[in-house]
C-alpha cells in the first residue's frame, strides 16, 4: 500500500525556517520524481519544488527560489524541504506527491504558519 506521510509544520515567525519531511512507504523511493505543492485557503493549489528520479535535477516556484530545497534520501525513503527566509505568503498547507502512471498520490499534508 502506497503511503506518504508529512511532518515537520509548524508557526515560524517571518524570516525563520522549517523543514519538511515526507516518509514513504509502499514503493521503491528512488524510482519516481517527488514533488512539494502547497495550498493556502481560498488559492489552487501550487507547486513548489520538484526532485527528479535520478535525485540530479531540481525545479522550483518562481515564488520559493534561492529559499526553499528539496532533498531526499532514499536510505530513509524520506524527501526533504528546506524553507528558509520564511514570508507570511508562505503560509498553506504543503503536500508532498509522487505519480505511478496515471495514478497521482498525496500525503495528507502538513501545515506550515509564518506570522509574528
Known amino acids: 500500500q502506497v503511503q506518504l506521510v508529512e511532518s515537520g509544520g509548524g508557526l515560524v515567525q517571518p524570516g525563520g525556517s522549517l523543514r519538511l519531511s515526507c516518509t514513504a512507504s509502499?514503493?521503491?523511493?528512488?524510482?519516481?520524481?517527488i514533488h512539494w505543492y502547497r495550498q493556502a485557503p481560498g488559492k489552487e493549489r501550487e507547486l513548489v519544488a520538484a526532485?527528479?528520479?535520478?535525485?540530479?535535477?531540481?525545479n522550483y516556484g518562481d515564488s520559493v527560489k534561492g529559499r526553499f530545497t528539496i532533498s531526499r534520501d532514499v536510505s530513509k525513503n524520506t524527501a526533504y524541504l528546506q524553507m528558509n527566509s520564511l514570508k507570511p505568503e508562505d503560509t498553506a498547507v504543503y503536500y508532498c506527491?509522487?505519480?505511478?502512471?496515471?495514478?497521482?498520490?498525496w500525503g495528507q499534508g502538513t501545515q506550515v504558519t509564518v506570522s509574528s
Open positions: 506527491n509522487f505519480a505511478r502512471g496515471a495514478t497521482s498520490y
Open positions: 509502499g514503493f521503491t523511493f528512488s524510482t519516481y520524481a
Open positions: 526532485l527528479t528520479s535520478a535525485g540530479r535535477s531540481t
